[in-house]
């Protein structure tokens, strides 16, 4: 393992000259969230004086596929099957010794949120928001845990507004609240790329993402138990928070600017009480700012490599998938295959379009099209594409609610075949090419 907490992960971002500080002091309202969108995909951030706190913020900590390549030590265009490697092969994860785990450096009970520099992101935001925690919970049946992020509006010193959209989480909390009992949590905040990542992964239920974080670092990830919950947590965060989602409580939660970028809706949803707070002596607080491509890319890179497993499954002949990043890194999916047999390209739609709900619009290309640009995509639609014969739509489908477009998560799907049809004579689909172009060094030829 390489680096096993943030403080490492920002070590590395140090030595590569992509972390950079902002010493003046700087507003959490907003401001942090501005100057970290324009830095996102161009640099770490660490906000050294955040008003009215002396914790420091960090932000953009993996903001671009490259800064993903770093972390798990493979070329981009593996990112997705990597994953899903670690996904299929996960591994045990190892519960440490109190004395062992920085986190357990400071321990209260009288939990004050306001002593946590929790930034306000965009304009409509009901408040400040804790986006980038990991909540971990358990299943109260079997004990099987779960690792989610969710946003987290804070709305007094103890107690966080959570939506939760109707996944592995939600499914915990009802059959706890069925027994009219609270469902422990704990929330993690200030973690490494792998820890992040590995919460994302579209798993069956039951399947403990930690397990395919510990995969990912190629040795058991370390956990150290809770002081007020039976649930175990990142041994190496900076902050935990202990707490509860209370049964049969519901509080007004939003609006919240969400990945599509648009507003989530205020609602009454679920609500948390925290009973501890354990820190470093000095911690940091991490931030992600909702919809920049540090965001987008946390959910899409997992999800990519599950639904590569899916596709391929259905149709051994897929390549490679990409989910774009004007599709929210959720909503377009790019399928690469080499086609073998006619009406591949439909079946990979279905299998795509069944991997997850928020797959709505699917394009499917031929190998010599590369799938993270998208004007070869567009390319493909423009040339290869004839809307009567290969567009396929399917409506009132299960989709994403955070799509406004949707009635309420009731989605039309699309599928469009980009391949070039089998049997078409030699040449006709054949991409112009200039000798020995790859090899020309423009530098070479021009002067001055
Ligand atoms: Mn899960």
């Not at 993690?188 to 990912?216: H, K, N, R, V, Y």
């Amino acid at each position: 393992m390489r680096y096993k907490s943030m403080r490492e992960w920002l070590d590395i971002l140090e030595d590569m000259g992509k972390l950079k500080h902002v010493k003046k002091a700087v507003s959490i309202e907003h401001e942090i969230a501005a100057v970290g969108k324009k830095a996102c995909g161009r640099y770490a951030i660490m906000f050294d004086n955040p008003k009215g706190s002396n914790i420091p913020i960090v932000t953009g900590l993996t903001g671009s596929r490259d800064f993903f390549s770093k972390a798990l030590n493979v070329p981009v265009s593996e990112l997705a099957s990597h994953f899903e490697k670690a996904q299929t092969n996960p591994r045990e994860c190892k519960i440490i010794e109190k004395h062992l785990s920085p986190v357990k450096e400071v321990i209260t009970k009288d939990v004050d949120l306001g002593k946590l520099p929790i930034p306000v992101h965009h304009e409509k935001d009901s408040g400040p928001y804790i986006t980038a925690g990991l909540l971990i919970a358990k299943n109260p049946e079997t004990g099987e845990r779960n690792v989610s992020i969710h946003r987290l509006q804070v709305t007094d010193k103890n107690h966080l507004g959570i939506l939760m959209l109707p996944r592995h989480l939600m499914h915990y909390y009802r059959l706890a609240e069925k027994k009219n009992q609270p469902l422990e949590i704990a929330i993690a905040i200030g973690l490494d790329p792998i820890a992040m990542l590995s919460s994302q992964a579209l798993t069956p239920l039951g399947q403990d993402e930690f397990c395919i974080a510990s995969a990912l670092y190629g040795e058991p990830m370390e956990l150290v138990k809770c002081e007020t919950v039976d649930i175990e947590v990142p041994a190496h965060a900076e902050i935990i928070l202990e707490g509860v989602i209370l049964p049969n409580v519901r509080e007004l939660e939003g609006p919240f600017g969400e990945y599509p970028k648009y507003y989530g809706p205020r609602g009454k949803r679920e609500y948390i009480e925290l009973t501890c707070m354990t820190t470093r002596k000095d911690p940091i607080f991490q931030t992600i700012v909702p919809a920049t491509d540090e965001h987008l890319l946390l959910g899409g890179i997992p999800r990519e490599g599950g639904i590569l497993q899916l596709v391929k499954n259905a149709v051994p002949t897929t390549t490679a998938v990409h989910l774009t990043p004007g599709g929210t890194g959720r909503y377009h999916l790019v399928i690469q295959m080499e086609k073998k047999n006619e009406g591949e390209a439909k079946n990979a739609m279905f299998a795509a379009f069944g991997s997850s709900q928020e797959i709505k619009h699917v394009v499917v290309v031929d190998r010599d099209v590369d799938i993270f640009n998208p004007v070869e995509v567009n390319w493909a639609i423009a040339t290869r594409c004839q809307a009567a014969r290969d567009v396929m739509i399917i409506s009132g489908a299960c989709g994403n609610k955070l799509d406004p477009s949707t009635k309420d998560g009731l989605s039309d799907k699309m599928g469009i075949d980009a391949t070039v049809p089998l049997g078409e004579p030699e040449g006709k689909f054949e991409k112009i090419r200039i000798p020995n172009e790859e090899n020309i060094d423009l530098e070479d030829y021009i002067e001055g």
